[in-house]
T-cell receptor
Framework: GESVGLHLPTLSVQEGDNSIINCAYS??????FIWYKQESGKGPQFIID?????DKRQGQRVTVLLNKTVKHLSLQIAATQPGDSAVYFC??????????FGAGTRLAVHP | GAGVSQTPSNKVTEKGKYVELRCDPI?????LYWYRQSLGQGPEFLIY????????DSGLPNDRFFAVRPEGSVSTLKIQRTERGDSAVYLC????????????FGQGTRLTVV
């Protein structure tokens, strides 16, 4: 079927390399951020979150960095695997915990 | 089921027709959200239910769009007089709405208006 991320910027990496995906947000009052992974034909899947009182949080093979000064988030994926190929979105939590998504980045992992 | 279920997976309709999209949230999740995702973009918020009531419908684009959740579980998104610009993937998400809990998304309904 059609790809969700047809017109998105693409990051191409070799299998085994580290990947860094960046995201800028606009609301300086935002206090909770989440990274989602979306594979073609599927809904977004939670990867990792971070609160504004932190500047770094680590999960399994993933790290999120938050720079509140410049309103910037990044997602680092260690030892990228073919299964990591997807579109990645950052999101802020707004009122009523609704999610405000960024534009997304397609990650393409090559063997 | 274990996850959020949306039906149908795909819906093709003619311009001007009425459509209903269904969302079955995870059992026990009181919060339910509808989002719309156009090609190449991130999901955009439409409406939020807490229990049976729509607590925030600020994302609905116009009065052709309406959603209900009469028993606080299943929700239906209704679109009247569909237009070609309504073509998108409609995503539903549910959460337990406790501090720090994540929202779980369904696979979406791809709506195509021809």
């Amino acid at each position: 079927g059609e790809s969700v991320g047809l017109h998105l910027p693409t990051l191409s990496v070799q299998e085994g390399d580290n990947s860094i995906i960046n995201c800028a947000y606009s609301n300086s009052a935002s206090d909770y951020f989440i990274w989602y992974k979306q594979e073609s034909g599927k809904g977004p899947q939670f990867i990792i979150d971070i609160r504004s009182n932190m500047d770094k949080r680590q999960g399994q093979r993933v790290t999120v960095l938050l720079n509140k000064t410049v309103k910037h988030l990044s997602l680092q994926i260690a030892a990228t695997q073919p299964g990591d190929s997807a579109v990645y979105f950052c999101a802020e939590k707004g009122g009523y915990n609704k999610l405000i998504f960024g534009a997304g980045t397609r990650l393409a992992v090559h063997p | 089921g274990a996850g959020v279920s949306q039906t149908p997976s795909n819906k093709v309709t003619e311009k001007g027709k009425y459509v209903e999209l269904r969302c079955d949230p995870i059992s026990g999740h009181t919060a339910l959200y509808w989002y719309r995702q156009s090609l190449g973009q991130g999901p955009e918020f439409l409406i939020y239910f807490q229990g049976t009531g729509a607590a925030d419908d600020s994302g609905l684009p116009n009065d052709r769009f309406f959603a209900v959740r009469p028993e606080g579980s299943v929700s239906t998104l209704k679109i009247q007089r569909t237009e070609r610009g309504d073509s998108a993937v409609y995503l539903c998400a549910s959460s337990a709405q406790r501090e720090g809990t994540e929202a779980f998304f369904g696979q979406g309904t791809r709506l195509t208006v021809v």
